[in-house]
């Protein structure tokens, strides 16, 4: 997500947190190869045209010229405009009479259905009580692949065969009413392209049962099109807000940063992977912070509070403590952090020259070498990873040969660990509360 512009930007920035003093020449410099960086990560160009503007406003005004550090303070301004650019979070409306009716539209492919199932479960982590409804009759892999979904959340599908959609939400919106849910999520039926059928349905449903969110899902990878995507379907239906799918697939991510300034409808959520747990609440401070290179420690947080078990973690932290920490506690962190995400995505959470350096590994290397490691330690006896310091080179071998590594990787590995187990101390030492969380 963002990998070419965050690229581009923190060349660009490292460039002026160079320079002691900037002049109206360096501002102007620095925001042509910012505009230029705007424009090849697909972001619209009116857009582009009035962020630049602002921030040049802003930038050679006395806010920078009285700075200690002007080239921060032009970051800062960036900073700043690019989150109005992003606009206000706006939070799912789930007030009013229950069950709340949330219908999510889209062309075909967009990844509707598969985003309707990772509402359904972010929502029942919410303490919802939630019920999904396949109102795509035309499309059987839809309504499958719904069921299917469903039946991983354990959450009931209703759909009913020979019934128009507006028939059919309507019914699904009443037994869902005498069951005592919360919140009944329709996954409409989409096209290739926009037409008028297509809106009369949808106009349709929202006659039969007035929604309390209508959603558009937007593919993130067709670009500037989303832009058009999401106007014609504004025409036609009330949106309230936007789910961006496949930011993961779009290095550039411009249609996110466009979106909310060109339609006016604000992004609520933003899908980051194939898995139920890959969406994200749209949050533009943090988004504009990774997309700036500075991370997102907040986020990354948030990831490790959900994927491990907070027992598990209290007694790591205990062992922490008393300086206990070893391979097998390694290996836990390794299997947990895996519930967090691809690493991709975590490392452009990493902020500063953290983020930066692991940024310059491919995740595809980082990948093979937990692999590898987890091989490793679990080629080990449990005394070996309690005391490491028992491994002679009989039993490295005996190790390397057991995990299909060589000698030199085991040997690798034991360094990695005692950097790991120092750095442990480090934090533990300074008190460091949210590192801690992060680790384990």
């Known amino acids: 997500m963002f990998e070419t512009l965050t690229g581009r930007l923190t060349q660009i920035f490292d460039q002026l947190r160079r320079r002691g003093k900037l002049s109206e020449a360096d501002v102007d410099a620095a925001m042509r190869e910012v505009r230029l960086a705007l424009l090849e990560a697909d972001v619209h160009y009116s857009v582009v045209k009035a962020f630049i503007a602002r921030v040049r406003e802003r930038a050679v005004g006395a806010e920078v010229s009285k700075a200690l550090n002007p080239g921060q303070q032009v970051i800062k301004i960036v900073h700043e405009e690019l989150i109005a650019t992003l606009g206000e979070p706006a939070p799912l409306n789930l007030s009013g009479p229950k069950p709340r009716l949330l219908m999510l539209v889209g062309l075909q492919g967009s990844g509707k259905t598969t985003a309707a199932g990772k509402l359904a479960r972010h929502l029942r982590q919410r303490g919802e009580r939630v019920y999904l409804v396949a109102a795509d009759p035309y499309r059987p892999a839809a309504v499958e692949q719904l069921r299917t979904l469903g039946a991983q959340l354990d959450l009931p599908v209703y759909f009913e065969s020979g019934l128009q959609p507006p ?58 099109e989303a832009l058009h995507v999401a106007e014609g379907f504004r025409q036609a239906v009330p949106l309230t807000g936007l789910m961006m799918t496949k930011m993961d697939g779009d290095a550039r991510g411009g249609a996110a940063i466009s979106i909310r300034a060109v339609t006016g409808v604000p992004i609520k959520f933003l899908g980051t992977g194939e898995k139920l747990d890959a969406l994200e609440v749209y949050n533009p401070e943090r988004l504009a912070s990774r997309i700036l290179g500075m991370g997102d420690v907040l986020g990354l947080i948030e990831k490790a509070e959900a994927a491990f078990d907070e027992q598990q973690a209290r007694k790591q932290a205990e062992r922490l403590s008393k300086g206990e920490f070893t391979l097998a506690d390694w290996l836990e962190m390794m299997q947990s952090s895996k519930k967090m995400g691809p690493l991709s995505q975590m490392v452009e959470m990493l902020p500063g020259e953290l983020g930066r350096a692991a940024r310059n590994i491919d995740p595809r290397e980082m990948e093979r070498s937990v692999r590898h490691a987890e091989a490793i330690i679990r080629s080990m006896t449990p005394a070996e990873r309690r005391n490491p310091d028992i491994l002679n080179a009989s039993r490295r071998r005996r190790i390397a040969a057991g995990s299909g590594t060589q000698v030199q990787d085991v040997n690798r590995l034991i360094k990695q660990f005692r950097e790991v187990q120092r750095l442990m101390k480090t934090v533990q030492k300074t008190g460091g509360r949210n590192l801690t969380r992060l680790f384990g």
């Open 167 to 224: 028939e059919l939400t309507a019914r699904a919106f009443d037994k869902a009413a005498k069951g005592g849910y919360t919140v009944v999520i329709v996954d409409t039926a989409g096209r290739s392209q926009l037409d008028e059928a297509l809106m009369n349905e949808l106009q349709a449903i929202v006659r039969r049962v007035p929604p309390s969110e209508v959603l558009l899902v937007v593919d993130a990878m067709i670009g500037q």
